[in-house]
């Protein structure tokens, strides 16, 4: 009869490299000393939502909008948005800020607690809709935010609230 040997120390250092592979997480946490420096900001990605639905989506089951004319008026709507992209910004170590593009320039202070980040616009109020930080590292980073705002499409339909999520993508210089 065959004796089956397994070296137990090649055994035992199979198991720990599972387990510790296993147990790795992709690491989510934001590093603030990957925010400092300049970024160029990238076009805007802009998604609307009425509840669970796109835009499109509710234009066409709630509102019975044909899909071309629901398409037509989304691609309306999220052009307004689409303009927030481009430019820079830089965040600096004494937590101030400059974001400049050809039609204006913005300065302030920033925060970051956890993976919100607060821009506070200089002589303006202190800002208490954060950006979310979605990713983030030395050279890239995806930031973005959401706002509620009242659609009304006039026409006999009754005005409708809407989350509006617009994303950036940075990229360092």
Known sequence: MKKSFVNPVILLTLIASLLFVS??????????ADLIGAWDI???????????LSLLDFLISTLQFGQEAAKELVDQITSE??????GTVTFNVD??????????????????????LYLNISDETVNED??????????????????????????????FNAIIIIELNLTKQ
């Open 23 to 32: 147990s790795c997480e992709e690491s989510t946490e934001v590093v603030e």
């Open 42 to 52: 990238g076009q805007a990605s802009v998604d609307i939502k009425v509840g669970p």
């Open 81 to 86: 948005f689409l303009e927030i992209g481009g």
């Open 95 to 116: 937590y101030s800020y400059l974001m400049s593009r050809s039609d204006f320039e913005e300065s302030g202070t920033w925060n970051l607690e956890g993976n919100k």
């Open 130 to 159: 954060p950006l979310t930080v979605e990713s983030l590292n030395s050279s890239a980073a995806v930031v973005a935010w959401e706002q509620e705002q009242e659609i009304d499409l006039g026409e006999g339909t009754s005005p």
